[in-house]
């Protein structure tokens, strides 16, 4: 099984054309991103074409959560993304209304011919393991985005009491965020540091985890994007407001360190 890798465009700087440059020469496979406006449509499609990127398209639900997650569905699929990822419903939403919504949702994933990977993040249905958990045990077909740092920040811990729920979030895990968080918030300033070991442990066991199960499952590939955010997901000094890390350096040492500990030849 190959992993694929992402970059998301999230934090980046420079232009459209500059931004994927810079990603093709750090040997990724592909970018993650949300839908481009549409004075860019045009040239966005022609930079995934030139660099033969793949695309992971990001959507955020809004308003009426239904609504806006088939009109967001049906705009990317006209970019041939090889899935979505969805921050999908509310977790202020009652528990009946996310059922509704995920019962429709997994309709409109059919009718759209693209898998759909519904992410674990903080604010949205999925942001406890337990809640995902419930979720996933009454539909079959739902697929996850596994972010499970904000699962840490919203439990204050490494998940060490999570050990049923997150087995079944593994199982239905379709993309990974290769973001390390810790038990006060979903990202560590820099997963290098040694005071983040245990984090770091912690986070690729669960990684190793689902690919482990995938490639079990017989999957051809899973995809991995190195999330980690600028400010202010990431820490910044007082008063000068500087990043404590360097983000592209960050997110490449977590990609790269994928790559050195999981080669297709090891599943």
Request: proline share 5%; glycine share 6%.
């Amino acid at each position: 099984m190959n992993i694929k890798y992402f970059k998301a465009l999230w934090g980046m700087t420079g232009t459209l054309e500059e931004q994927f440059s810079d990603i093709a020469k750090a040997g990724y496979d592909g970018i993650e991103a949300l839908l481009p406006s549409k004075e860019e449509e045009s040239q966005f499609k022609e930079l995934l074409e030139k660099h033969q990127f793949d695309y992971i398209a990001q959507i955020h639900t809004y308003g009426d959560h239904i609504e806006s997650f088939t009109e967001l569905t049906n705009r990317a699929k006209e970019f041939n993304p090889l899935l979505i990822n969805s921050h999908s419903a509310k977790d202020s939403m009652t528990f009946d209304e996310q059922l509704n919504f995920f019962e429709k949702a997994l309709i409109i994933e059919k009718q759209t011919g693209v898998p759909i990977a519904h992410e674990t993040h903080r604010g949205r249905a999925m942001f406890t393991p337990w809640h995902t958990a419930s979720l996933l045990n009454i539909f079959e077909d739902l697929k996850i985005t596994a972010d499970f740092s904000h699962w840490c920040c919203v439990c204050e811990s490494l998940l060490q009491d999570q050990v049923e729920n997150l087995s079944i979030a593994i199982e239905r895990t379709i993309h990974i965020h290769g973001r390390v968080g810790h038990a006060e918030g979903p990202q560590v300033s820099d997963p290098s540091a040694p005071e983040y070991e245990r984090e770091l442990k912690v986070h690729e066991s669960w990684w190793n985890q689902i690919i482990k199960q995938k490639a079990d499952q017989g999957a051809k590939y899973l995809t991995f994007c190195p999330e980690f955010g600028p400010p202010g997901y990431m820490q910044t000094l007082p008063f000068t407001g500087q990043p404590v890390a360097d983000l592209w350096k960050v997110c490449n040492w977590m990609t790269n360190r994928m790559k050195a500990n999981y080669r297709p030849d090891n599943d």
